[in-house]
DNA sequence: TTGAAAGCGCTAACAT
DNA sequence: ATGTTAGCGCTTTCAA
């Protein structure tokens, strides 16, 4: 009677445990443990029993129970930024590949390119006990991190750095990307040169504007302030910029899109306007080979991988202060880079 | 001595427990339990003492010990099929809003398409205890699910059905998307028609197919085998495909793609062929309006929702037998479909 | 080769 | 309002 109003309200859902299988099976708990867990010293016809049990019964290891007896999880958390984001979709797989050749289960979440949902995230990782954790920041505060971290999170930062924390980070080089980006257009004999980019407090923001900069004034070209756009990458925000720039009574005869959400929508608003203008973007995009559209390529699959594999070494001892990895870019010319400045 | 040594090879990685914060706030294990999970029934002066122990010694709930003890994790799974797959990117998106929406965290991977770490990374999830599964199915058997959904893990499967199991499922109208768009290319005038799929194994690659043939049986058409190319969507094996349809002696005038994997390549490969062929392709694409090609666009984040929304149906104790829910498809003119079939 | 007992950190049930 | 006790399902330790 017990026995049945115990299995009945059973919380997970009336699942067997070890004790069910080791009862069925008629062993000890212990040697079930080792079947499951593949340890020595059990004998064939024991593990045939056990075996038999665990398929009867429909049996699976809870692993909550064995991640609080073992502390370790075997599991890294990503945060991502947007998962709809298809610079995110490669970076994310190739994280996942390195943690699968680890033996480590891949749990990803996105903050919405919120910092509050983004601490709230890696947070609940932290929780979870994640062995360690990938984060691509949408906040510039990380020092919510930090006592995970000294409790033995492995942490590393990509796509941005950690803000007011030392972490490690792997990042493309933003700056000198949109630097050649620039140049490439200045090149190409532009002299008034939009740029369209997401929010300065985003460190890929800044630093692609540093870039923009510096390549204008090594060419001695002056920048107008009203040819810098910052804001958010949304449709509605980036088309009214873009238009603005190019209806202006000096309009820009070049443009600069800061990443692949803006390089989108420029495309469209640049294809809906009279005379050619130039664009080269940071990021590539799906098509963009057909669309003859010029960009500053980054490897997502590399950040990724790069950053998974820093992940590992720490979890598997290493030491050391934290690193800056820096990839460098690609510049990939396919036509629109290279649409020359009107004359006059 | 014994303190330090226990604290010192901890398992966590030197974590304070709520013992520890217990010890420091001077209070009963319980108190920190009602403070940390908002429980009324502590004084306000009792809980800033917890409050500053918890700062303090940057104490963290651990999770698996709660979900070892309550049973129920507020975490579901996701098994995707391809992360870096634009289209799964709203989807997951999605999934994880309505997780959010409902309380629970969003555990995803992928599959990579390959059915056997489809099974593994499933059972993974239920070995953690997740309380609901979102499955796209890589693979076409999925009896071994059966004990965990017996053991009542919430289970729905999206974009396709599950296999030889009874299920939720929540599915674009493949056969009608396609249907329709074949149908669109005969309404232009084409007679010789060739569907490039993905492996008919996969059920919306079937489903697509039979569309085709639906299409074409309607209108009276013939349809010759060598005009159906099924198989892998690397852009080799479809670039093969598609120059074999159009240098064959009869050759095709138009091309119905049977997902946005083969559109993109067969895009590439019709743009380095001398004639115009028209294209119809089934999933929408990033930029292929400005491509003008033309789609049958399924809603990507309506599957994940309804599929999510279902879920927590289920969870909350929906009951009734397993259904089917079939989201309906767009066709999207914008010029490749409209290409007129050549006279004679 | 096998098993019994202790305990991981938390919450539920029951005192106080 | 607060504390004590038992126990979730597993692994670790130690004994048989």
Sequence with gaps: ???????????????????DVAARAGVGLKTVSRVVNGEPGVTPETERRVHEAIEALGFRRND????????????????????????????????????????????????????????ELALALCARRVDGLIVIPAGDDHRYLEPE?????ATVFVDRPAGRIDADAVLSDSFGGAREGVSHLIAHGHRRIGFVGDRPRIHTGAERLRGYRAAMAEAGLPVREEWVSLGSTSPERVNAAVRGLLTAPEPVTALFAGNNRVTVTAVRTLAAHPSPVALVGFDDIELADLLGITVVAQDAAALGRTAAERLFRRLDGAGGAPERVVLGTKLLARGSGEIPAPTG
Excluded: C, W
């Design 64 to 119: 909550s129970a064995r991640v609080l007896r073992k502390g370790r999880t075997a599991t890294v958390g990503l945060v991502l930024e947007d998962l709809a984001d298809p610079f995110y979709g490669p970076l994310s797989r190739a994280v996942e590949e390195v943690a699968r050749a680890h033996g480590a289960l891949l749990i990803n979440g996105s903050s919405a390119e919120d910092p509050d949902r983004e601490q």
């Design 1 to 19: 009677m017990a026995a049945i109003a115990r299995r009945t309200d059973h919380r997970y859902g009336n699942r067997p445990t070890m004790k």
């Design 149 to 153: 971290i000294r409790a033995g999170v």
